[in-house]
């Protein structure tokens, strides 16, 4: 697991943001935007996000005899191994998550698996259940993963009832769920920073 870096005697804890949604103004995205947003106002966290669309799709052909991966995936997967949690942004498509972020996920776990051992958050924007459906799969593969998820606040925003959630540049700007944002991510904190104390 990564060692979780310290500012001003505070630690601070490295998390990687990974979306579901390829689109520039999905609602997925701006909840990440938001949540890099309140991490600047928050010195215990801060969020590095990671662009899965170079991701080609999983083809064990691409990888190598002695079990590399092409340079892309090579970088990818070295980001989330060196981070100290992961922060999900999943759309739901069919009642699942998106193929775009099973296909990072699919890439991330090959053999060495660097999700392993690591605490993670969901948050997810859409219709219908607001993303809840799709945030259950995303579990379920987590299990297999051996990931810690956090398990509140469930963050599931319903995109497309009133009152607007976000601008029409797929920005939030609902207080209320801003507010849920920050309270998803003191979890992540605290469960990153407890499961680095019971490795130690």
């Not at 505070?10 to 890099?36: D, E, H, Q, Y």
């Not at 079990?67 to 980001?79: L, N, S």
């Not at 509140?152 to 029409?168: G, S």
Request: aromatic share 8%.
């Amino acid at each position: 697991m990564a060692s979780v870096g310290v500012t001003a005697n505070k630690p601070v804890v490295k998390a990687v943001a990974l979306c579901g949604s390829l689109r520039k103004a999905s609602f997925n995205r701006g909840l990440i935007r938001a949540a890099m947003e309140i991490c600047k106002e928050e010195s215990g966290i801060e969020i590095e996000y990671l662009e899965v669309e170079p991701l080609p799709m999983l083809n064990t052909d691409l990888e190598t005899p002695d079990g590399g991966f092409p340079p892309v995936v090579e970088a990818f997967r070295h980001k989330i191994l060196h981070s100290d949690c992961i922060l999900f942004a999943s759309p739901e498509y069919n009642y699942s998550l998106a193929a775009p972020l099973k296909n990072a996920i699919d890439w991330a776990s090959r053999p060495p698996n660097v999700f392993a051992g690591k605490a993670a958050a969901i948050m997810s924007a859409g219709g219908g259940f607001g993303g809840g459906l799709a945030q259950f799969h995303l579990r379920q593969v987590g299990v297999f993963l051996d990931l810690h998820f956090v398990n509140k606040p469930e963050v599931h925003v319903h995109a497309f009832q009133p009152p607007l959630k976000f601008n029409q540049d797929g920005d939030l700007i609902h207080q209320q769920t801003y507010h849920q944002l920050k309270q998803l991510l003191l979890s992540l904190t605290n469960l990153s920073l407890r499961l680095q104390s019971n490795s130690n």
